[in-house]
């Protein structure tokens, strides 16, 4: 079946512009996470929803991120005025429910912030 | 001190070697212990999991955790060009907010030359 997509794939845009990530998340799964890949810093958490109860936005680096999840499926990263710090891979993770442990990764969208 | 702490590498082997990767971590409340590999612009894909100390074995992979002295190993034997790619280890814990996350290693990256 399809696994979690993520668009655009790769995205440049210049400092202090907004930029929008979107994830899609495998059909039925109630879990969605948020994570940053950094080079040299490994895979940093950032948001997390489950279900319709209110996310936890405790890994968000910044007010300038946010996020959605619209009907309890699709999501949306959002970063204001970017900055080049922001520059990095963003990688969406679906999973079934509380009960289940593996997070299905998609392939991320890559940031450079020039 | 990091929570958890992994040599990034990068490490090169002939086919055919027996690789170890290894994972220490300072959080005692660590619950659940993964093992993902991540090809090169593809998300991370679930390896091994395991929440017990002592091994468990899939194929030619064997996961290794070691609770009492915060310890966790992956063991590749009969390494194939195809095992190429970063592996990264995952412990599960807990956010601020309460809700279950991966905190997870820098990564290493693996070559295996035929």
């Known amino acids: 079946g399809a696994g979690v997509s993520q668009s655009p794939s790769n995205k440049v845009t210049e400092k202090g512009k907004d930029v929008e990530l979107r994830c899609d998340p495998i059909?039925?799964?109630?879990?969605l996470y948020w994570y940053r890949q950094s080079l040299g810093q490994g895979l940093e958490f950032l948001i997390y929803?489950?279900?319709?109860?209110?996310?936890?936005k405790s890994g968000l680096p910044s007010d300038r991120f946010s996020a959605e999840r619209t009907g309890g499926s699709v999501s949306t990263l959002t970063i204001q005025r970017t900055q080049q710090e922001d520059s990095a891979v963003y990688l969406c993770?679906?999973?079934?429910?509380?009960?289940?442990?593996?997070?299905?990764f998609g392939p991320g969208t890559r940031l450079t912030v020039t | 001190q990091k929570e958890v702490e992994q040599d990034p590498g990068p490490l090169s082997v002939p086919e055919g070697a027996i690789v170890s990767l290894n994972c220490t971590y300072s959080?005692?409340?660590?619950?659940?212990f993964m093992w993902y590999r991540q090809y090169s612009r593809k998300g991370p894909e679930l390896l091994m999991y395991?929440?017990?100390?002592g091994n468990k074995e899939d194929g030619r992979f064997t996961a290794q955790v070691d609770k009492s002295s915060k310890y966790i190993s992956l063991f590749i034997r009969d390494s194939q060009p195809s095992d190429s790619a970063t592996y990264l280890c995952?412990?599960?814990?807990?956010?601020?907010?309460?809700?279950?996350?991966?905190?997870f290693g820098k990564g290493m990256k693996l070559t295996v030359n035929p």
């Open positions: 993770a679906s999973k079934g429910g509380r009960s289940s442990y593996e997070q299905y």
């Open positions: 059909s039925g799964h109630t879990a």
């Open positions: 929803f489950q279900g319709n109860s209110a996310p936890d």
């Open positions: 959080n005692s409340a660590f619950q659940y």
């Open positions: 395991t929440y017990s100390s």
């Open positions: 995952a412990m599960s814990s807990l956010t601020q907010g309460g809700s279950e996350k991966l905190v």
